[in-house]
DNA sequence: GACCGCACCCAAAGCGCTTTGAGAAACGTT
DNA sequence: AACGTTTCTCAAAGCGCTTTGGGTGCGGTC
């Protein structure tokens, strides 16, 4: 069932069902309602592809993943990002459209999402300290947002973020407040700007303190269960160990959980842990107890954030930059306590 | 730039350069090198939908995510899954459209996802025991491959599962190998197909061996940590606790884990547990020696297979249904032991 | 009765591509 | 020289929609 065919069944033209159905005021009343009817009894609904040639508009928005050697493993958090991000996007009546980038023909990638035209605009995962993609897609002129920023990047663009910073800058004052001095940081790979900003952040509480940041007590790979493991495993094996441990995600630190029980050490009394939380559905910090103390900031929630922001963006194509800091919250939980 | 202004630079008609862009004989090979390599040099490239349009093929698949009340969580696996599946189209071409359907206007969503025609096929997630998706695609005649089965279809489909009531067998028997008796079930939500098949196939491996299955040893919820935790908690201050666990996926697993620990007792030693593995990325089960004994099955190789299959049914539209049947290896790992 | 304005509706062009049906050019064959 | 063949190229139609630039008919005004 097309356009043609409804027209033809009621007996009108392909320009008043047109008008009817998408809300334009030369129609009567009467008319359109019937419209309306007929296409729902008929189960019409329009060709996507050649309305969105007519319109020059795709209701699609693009999500590049960056797929590279160095880190090939998918971001555990997408799921929950693309959740929240496609509930505001079906809202708007926008579809999700996921591309898969290599990024050694990233540039050529970006090219081609935009001349191939299915969708509207972008949302950048996962960027780098110094990303190209930003230069790139501002001088295509493509509308994206940047879930995180890149620091070394000077030019304006969209960006929401949590506070990455100021988080891990709170945890580490919180355990230095509880009274340890070896806090071990086992961060996500510093590549990443997220991981940089809590690297630093951590290594200036330290020093504000008067503490020198110790290398043996910083870790930083992709933040997988086993990587927390073997870290913490072997930083409690030193002959100085840690007592608190900063971590980059829940993942990691259920796996420096497993290690501090597997050396006979309880958490929360003998060590500390304090994770930053991404609030992923199916790995909540308990219910109503939470596990592990942490900094908590919901991925879900800059999925929905960052697409409202992008179609905003799409609405008003001369807008400046929108951006947006989101703050983590300090959750108390029973992994944290005074150092012995 | 567009296929007009790319001929008119090159002093050829629109057809000859698509011609030559799309591999047809119909052109010489002097004239297809210059085509091409103006093309790669003014960074041409089709615009999509109008390709579509003309080609009828949308160049894209359809995920669809259902999402309800009853369970609104992504699936941690979806990442994974679309990766494997994501490698496999974009070596064909294709792209990968995502659909959040609330499954109260199911019907609705996929009809509409056929007459907008932008995907050439779907990938149905989450079967239900009795999906009424199935016969709906199968009368839309849009090519589908279901990620799972639903028992309850006698319609001939395609579809690729892993073989969830042998692999559940196995474990169990395992157990039971070990001398255990007591064996808990910490399922998945039982309306999913896969989770239905593997309580059918442990309640049979026990009643095989002479052992009522005890419905206070049966859990049924969404996967989550938490649910692991607190199920195993509970049960092992039952009278009669059970002395091995068989769990739905590793995130339970953990909990279980956490609530063992907390009990004071040791995994492995005490209480035996056997977990299904979907080798995820980002929460491997060890790397050399892994940490549960595991029924192991990659929902990243499914994702690529069930892609491939697809594609070979667009491609072959009057293609009979294709199915697959995945078996999951055993992993032995720390986490079992003969029972006490 | 002529005129105007309004409400309603339509034909046709155009979005960027593919593909059909056919023509021109170059070449060999008789 | 006339004719077929092969090779290369093209103009134009069509995919399903939106949108422009009118038209038609009706009621009201003078």
Chains 1, 2 share one sequence.
Request: glycine share 8%; aromatic share 6%; net charge negative.
């Amino acid at each position: 069932m097309n356009l043609k065919q409804l027209a033809e069944h009621l007996n009108l033209s392909q320009t008043t069902v047109s008008r009817a159905l998408n809300g334009y005021p030369e129609v009567s009343e009467k008319t359109r309602e019937k419209v309306l009817r007929a296409a729902q009894e008929l189960n019409y609904s329009p060709n996507a592809r050649a309305k969105g040639l007519a319109t020059g508009r795709a209701h699609a928005i693009g999500h590049v993943l960056p797929i590279s050697d160095q880190h090939e493993m998918v971001n555990p958090i997408f799921g929950d990002f693309i959740a929240g991000a496609g509930q505001t996007y079906s809202k708007a009546g926008y579809e999700v459209v996921i591309s898969l980038v290599d990024d050694k023909d990233e540039e050529q990638a970006y090219r081609s999402i935009r001349n191939r035209g299915n969708v509207d605009g972008i949302i950048v995962h996962g960027p780098r300290m110094t990303d190209s993609r930003i230069a790139l897609l501002t001088e295509l002129g493509l509308p994206f947002v940047v879930h995180g920023r890149a620091s070394q990047v000077s030019l304006p663009y969209s960006w929401l973020d949590t506070n990455n910073g100021r988080a891990f800058q709170r945890a580490t004052e919180f355990l230095l407040d509880l009274g340890h001095r070896r806090i071990a940081l086992i961060n996500g790979l510093e590549f990443m700007d997220f991981a940089h900003r809590r690297r630093v952040a951590y290594e200036g509480a330290l020093t504000d303190r008067g503490i020198a940041p110790d290398p043996a007590l910083m870790r930083s790979e992709e933040m997988t269960e086993i990587y927390g493991y073997r870290s913490a495993a072997e930083m409690l094996s030193l002959a100085n160990p840690p007592t608190g441990f900063l971590v980059s995600s829940m993942i990691t630190a259920i796996g420096v959980r497993r290690a501090i029980h597997e050396a006979g050490l309880e958490m929360g009394r003998d060590v500390s842990v304090i994770t930053h939380d991404d609030d992923l559905g199916y790995l909540r910090n308990g219910h109503d107890v939470p596990i592990f103390t942490a900094t908590r900031s919901s991925v879900r929630l800059a999925g929905m954030r960052a697409a409202e922001m992008l179609l905003e963006l799409i609405r008003t194509p001369a807008h400046a930059p929108l951006t947006q800091l989101m703050e983590a919250e300090l959750i108390i939980g029973s992994s944290t306590g005074p150092a012995q």
